[in-house]
């Protein structure tokens, strides 16, 4: 049995059943279009986006690159149908899993390609990296982010398929980053986020979370995601 049949079986087959926060493009969202003054058509599309950029730098205008690269990600994010599962309720989960296993254990954000110290030499902006609800729990840091380490443990193919299906949008050397939480024991309850500086993560995906209730990201959770 695969460890995608085995996940598939923890979280059931069809996650769409799941509400979940719908996700818009700030810069092709949906408006309503005043009287007397056509507007360009809506096309939530990477393309679209493209089309809009081509825009912007008619005129000169220069939005941030990691403002761009979010624009992109919430783009791919929604063309794919991926789930954006609440932050909170995963810090609280990971949080409480550690607990379990020992009162000095902690978790960490690895990056589940290149360590973040190497992807740096190609990604600069990866210093900026900051995940919006590190802090302490019961005397202990958690949620950091691990520099030096890559995450080498297998994951099933459907998060495979997750995160192909984000890093196709971007070039290798975008500030795009995919990160999986870790703890040291030999089967952890992972959580897949991506990444970009100076936005929250978001997390897409997870596995072998035999007792977690999956919770998607509500509007009033989330504000900044559609920021």
């Known amino acids: 049995m695969s460890l995608a049949t085995v996940v598939q079986g923890i979280i059931g087959a069809n996650r769409a059943e799941i509400p979940h926060i719908p996700v818009q493009s700030s810069a092709l969202g949906i ?44 783009i791919a994010i929604a063309q794919n149908n991926i789930l954006i599962y609440d932050s909170k309720v995963v810090h609280d989960w ?3 899993v550690v607990s379990k296993e020992s009162s000095r254990m902690t978790w960490v954000w690895k990056s589940l390609t290149e360590p973040l110290v190497k992807l740096a030499k190609i990604k600069p902006l990866s210093r900026g990296l900051s995940y919006q609800h590190q802090g302490w729990h019961d005397s202990r840091r958690v949620g950091e982010i691990d520099r030096k380490r890559r995450y080498t443990k297998v994951i099933p193919d459907a998060v495979l398929a997750t995160a192909e299906a984000i890093l196709r949008n971007f070039e290798k050397t975008d500030p795009v980053f995919l990160l999986v939480s870790d703890y040291e024991v030999a089967v952890p309850d992972p959580f897949l986020a991506v990444a970009i500086p100076g936005h929250p993560f978001l997390i897409v995906d997870f596995w072998d979370e035999p007792g977690f209730q999956p919770k998607a990201a509500e509007m009033e959770g989330q504000k900044e995601l559609n920021k």
């Open 94 to 96: 990971m949080n409480k």
């Open 31 to 74: 408006r309503n279009k005043p009287q007397g003054r056509p507007l360009p058509e809506s096309s939530v599309s990477q393309d679209g986006f493209k089309k809009y950029l081509e825009r912007a730098a008619a005129i000169d205008y220069k939005p941030d690159i990691t403002a761009i690269m979010f624009e992109k990600l919430k």
